[in-house]
C-alpha cells in the first residue's frame, strides 16, 4: 500500500496520459467488437467534437492543478479533515480516502448539477450527445469542468486527502468515465453483479436517456452504492429501448455544432419538454435489485 501511494504522490504524466488517451483507445476498440447500440453516424467527427472538450478539461485540470495540491498541502500541514479524526491504518485511509472524494466531489456535484438551473445549463451540454459513446465520458463545458474542479478540491479540505489518495482517485474517475460511457455491451449478469459496488456501462446508460425521471437517476461516478442509499437509483432491464440525448436540444444543429454548444449555458433556459416524461424504458425499475 504504501508503495501505491508514493507512486501516485508523484504519478508521472504519461501515467496520467496513457490513463486519458489509452483508455480512449482500448474502448474505442472494444465498441467495435462488444457494440450495446449500432450508430449510424460518422464516428470520427463525433469523436472530434467530444475530444475538444476533452481537451478544454484536461488544459483545465492541470491548470488548476496547482490548487488542488495547495488544498491537500493545508490539509496534511494542519492535520485538518474527516481523515484527521482518527488515526486509521493507510489501506483504511485510502479506502475511506476514495469513497468520500467519489461522494462529495462527483455524486454530489453531479445531483447537484441537475438540480441548480444555471448549473445544469452548463451540465446538459454532457447530455445532449445523441450517440454516447467513450468520448462523451469528457464531454464537458468548459465551465462545468471548473466548478466541479471546486468541488473536488473542496472535498479534498473536508476529507483531509493526502495527494496520493487524490490522484488514485482522479486516475480510477477517469478511467471510470471512459468505461461507463463506452458503447460495449457488457453480460447482462455480469454489469447486473458489478453494479451492486461500482457503476457501470448498462447502468450509467440509463442517465443519458433523453427525457425524465430517467435524467434524474444513476448520478454515481464510480461508486454505485451512493444512488442506492440516497435513492437515486434506476435499473433498466433492457438498455436497447433508451434514447441517448436531453428532449431540449435533439436538433443536430443545436447538440451536433461547437459554436453552439459553448453558447448553450448563456442561452435562454428551456424547461424539459417533458411529454414523453411518463413513457420510460420497459421494465424500468427504481426498487434495487
Do not use: C
Not at 2 to 17: A, C, G, H, K, N
Not at 43 to 58: Q, R
Not at 88 to 103: E, K, M, N, S, T
Amino acid at each position: 500500500m504504501e508503495s501505491l501511494i508514493e507512486f501516485f504522490e508523484d504519478v508521472p504524466i504519461w501515467f496520467r496520459s496513457l490513463i486519458l488517451i489509452g483508455g480512449i483507445v482500448l474502448f474505442w476498440i472494444a465498441e467495435g467488437v462488444l457494440p450495446l447500440f449500432t450508430f449510424t453516424y460518422k464516428k470520427f467527427h463525433h469523436a472530434s467534437l467530444n475530444l475538444f472538450f476533452t481537451l478544454t478539461t484536461a488544459i483545465i485540470g492541470f491548470g488548476l492543478a496547482g490548487v488542488l495540491l495547495m488544498a491537500s498541502d493545508f490539509v496534511a500541514q494542519n492535520q485538518f479533515g474527516l481523515l484527521h479524526i482518527i488515526e486509521l491504518p493507510l489501506w483504511a485511509q485510502i479506502v475511506a480516502g476514495v469513497l468520500l472524494l467519489d461522494l462529495i466531489g462527483a455524486y454530489f456535484i453531479h445531483w447537484l448539477e441537475h438540480k441548480v438551473r444555471w448549473m445544469w445549463k452548463f451540465h446538459l451540454v454532457h447530455h445532449s450527445d445523441t450517440t454516447v459513446d467513450v468520448t462523451t465520458g469528457l464531454r464537458h463545458h468548459p465551465g462545468e469542468t471548473v466548478f466541479r474542479i471546486g468541488f473536488t478540491i473542496l472535498a479534498v479540505i473536508i476529507v483531509g486527502a493526502p495527494i496520493g489518495i487524490i490522484m488514485l482517485y482522479q486516475s480510477l474517475s477517469v478511467l471510470f468515465a471512459h468505461l461507463t460511457h463506452a458503447n460495449v455491451n457488457l453480460p447482462k449478469k455480469l454489469d447486473h453483479f458489478l453494479s451492486y459496488v461500482f457503476v457501470t456501462p448498462h447502468m450509467h446508460k440509463v442517465h443519458h436517456h433523453y427525457t425524465q425521471p430517467l435524467t434524474d437517476t444513476n448520478y454515481g461516478n464510480i461508486f454505485s452504492f451512493w444512488d442506492r442509499i440516497f435513492g437515486t437509483y434506476t435499473r433498466v432491464e433492457d438498455t436497447r429501448t433508451l434514447k441517448f440525448g436531453i428532449d431540449t436540444h435533439m436538433e443536430p444543429t443545436e447538440n451536433g455544432r461547437l459554436g453552439n454548444l459553448l453558447k448553450i449555458p448563456f442561452q435562454k433556459y428551456r424547461p424539459p419538454v417533458g411529454k414523453f416524461a411518463n413513457q420510460e424504458p420497459a421494465q424500468a425499475s427504481k426498487v434495487a435489485k
